[in-house]
C-alpha cells in the first residue's frame, strides 16, 4: 500500500513531456516534400518521430494533410499553418492540459540525437524557461549592406558570442503559450521558437548542439545528414 503511495508520489513529480513535430512545409528548396524522402530505407519524418518519440511522453504530428500522418504511429496528427509559426501555433493547441514541457523539433532534422532532446529537456526540467542547441561559428562573419550595385562590408561581427540554432527546442509549457499569446497580438516574425520566448523575457539557455541534427534544406543536405548518421542517402 505504502509502495504503491509512493509510486504515484514519484510519478506525479515527474515533468510530462511533449514533442511537436513539424512537418506541414513543402520543401521548395529541396524540390519536393523532403520529410517523405528516403534516408537510409526509412523516411525522414518517420527518423525525427521515432528519437522524438524515444525521449518524449507524447508527440504531436503537425503535417499538411491529415490523412498522410496518420501512418507515423503519433498520438495526434494536426494540420499545419501557412507557416512554421503558424504550424507550431497549432500543434501547441493541440497539447494536453497536463503538458509540462514542450519540445518543438523540425522533421526535417532527422539525425538529431535523443541525447539532445534530453540534454534541452533537462535544462528546462532545471529552471531554463526554454533551452536550444547551439553550434559555434567557425567562419569569420561580416554585416554587409547594399551600396550601387553590388554589397559592401559595413564591419566584422565577432563571433565569439555568435552561435547557429538548431532544434529540438524545449521550453516551459507555460511561458511558451504566453510567447506565442503575445506573438498573436504583435504580428511580428520569428525564425525559431526561442526568439518568441526571448520577445517575453525568458531565459533561453544554449547547449551544444549536434552536427547530426542540421536541417535537410536542399538535396546536398540530405546527403551530408545522410553521412553525418552514417547512412546511405
Ligand atoms: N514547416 C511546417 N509548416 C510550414 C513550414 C515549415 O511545419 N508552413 C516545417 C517543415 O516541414 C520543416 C520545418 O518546419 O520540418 C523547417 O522548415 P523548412 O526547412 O523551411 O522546410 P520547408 O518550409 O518545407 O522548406 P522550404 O522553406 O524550402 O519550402
Ligand atoms: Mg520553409
Known amino acids: 500500500m505504502l509502495d504503491n503511495a ?3 508520489a514519484t510519478v506525479l513529480s515527474v515533468e510530462n513531456t511533449w514533442a511537436i513535430v513539424v512537418a506541414a ?9 523532403k520529410q517523405y524522402a528516403d534516408l537510409g530505407g526509412k523516411s525522414v519524418l518517420s527518423r525525427s518521430i521515432a528519437t522524438a518519440r524515444k525521449s518524449c ?18 498520438d495526434l496528427v ?11 501555433r497549432k500543434g ?9 514541457i514542450v519540445v518543438i523539433h523540425d522533421a526535417a532534422r532527422p539525425g538529431a540525437p535523443h541525447e539532445l532532446f534530453e540534454s534541452v529537456i533537462n535544462e528546462v526540467v532545471g529552471g531554463a524557461d526554454g533551452s536550444v542547441p547551439g553550434l559555434a561559428i567557425a567562419d569569420t562573419v561580416k554585416r554587409v549592406r547594399n551600396q550601387g550595385n553590388g554589397v559592401i562590408v559595413e564591419s566584422t561581427v565577432d563571433r565569439v558570442n555568435l552561435v547557429t540554432v538548431q532544434t529540438p527546442q524545449a521550453f516551459g509549457r507555460r511561458i511558451f503559450e504566453a510567447a506565442y499569446l503575445a506573438y498573436d497580438e504583435q504580428n511580428l516574425a520569428f525564425s525559431d521558437d526561442a526568439g518568441l520566448v526571448e520577445n517575453i523575457g525568458g531565459i533561453v539557455k544554449i547547449i551544444e548542439g549536434d552536427k547530426r541534427a542540421h536541417k535537410i ?7 551530408y545528414v545522410a553521412q553525418m548518421m552514417g547512412l546511405e542517402s
Open 6 to 8: 509512493l509510486k504515484s
Open 57 to 74: 511522453d507524447g508527440v504531436v504530428l503537425v503535417v499538411r494533410d491529415i490523412a498522410d500522418g496518420a501512418k507515423f504511429g503519433v
Open 78 to 88: 494536426v494540420q499545419g499553418g501557412a507557416t512554421r509559426t503558424e504550424s507550431v
Open 92 to 100: 501547441l493547441a493541440a497539447l494536453p492540459v497536463n503538458t509540462d
Open 25 to 33: 512545409g513543402s520543401g521548395t528548396r529541396f524540390g519536393s516534400a
Open 217 to 223: 534544406t536542399t538535396q546536398e543536405d540530405l546527403i
